[in-house]
Every structure is written in structure tokens, then in C-alpha cells.
């Protein structure tokens, strides 16, 4: 530990496959939520003023709902990683 071994090795760790799965698991459900919303024709309700169903700012909700999708897929592929 004294010459940075276990440093090294936990920053392998944290820059290894799971992370960078992670991250491109992450982009590819925010962007597949935003096609969605746009498909929904929430964007153009973000754009005209619409207000949110909740007492939130439109666009919290909007960030939230896109934050959301890629949680939920890069989660999903980092247990379908280890399930593997």
C-alpha cells in the first residue's frame, strides 16, 4: 500500500468495463427518451408553454424524465453485465 498499488488498482476498477458500460448504457436511454418525448410531442408542449401535471417547473420535469430513462438503462445493462 505504501508504493500506490491499491490506489492503482482501484482506479482500474473504476475506469473498467462496468463504468464505460455504464455510460454508454446511460446516453443511449437518455437519448431513446428524448426520441420518445419528442414522439409524444412532449418537446413541443415544453416549447408552447404547456404546463407540467405536477406543481414542478416544465423543464425540471422535462430534465428529470430524460435523467430517468438513462438511469434506468445503464442500470439495467450494468445488472444484465453481472448477471452475464
Known amino acids: ?20 458500460s455504464f455510460r454508454w448504457w446511460f446516453s443511449i436511454g437518455a437519448l431513446l427518451t428524448l426520441s420518445v418525448l419528442m414522439v409524444q410531442g412532449g418537446v413541443r408542449d415544453l ?22 430513462g438513462g438511469l434506468l438503462a445503464g442500470c439495467l445493462a450494468l445488472v444484465m453485465n453481472r448477471l452475464r
Do not use: E, K
Open 1 to 20: 500500500m505504501a508504493d500506490g498499488r491499491c490506489f492503482q488498482a482501484h482506479w482500474r476498477s473504476v475506469l473498467g468495463i462496468p463504468v464505460r
Open 47 to 68: 416549447f408552447d408553454g404547456a404546463p407540467p401535471g405536477s406543481g414542478a417547473s416544465a423543464y425540471l420535469s422535462f430534465g428529470t424524465t430524460i435523467f430517468g
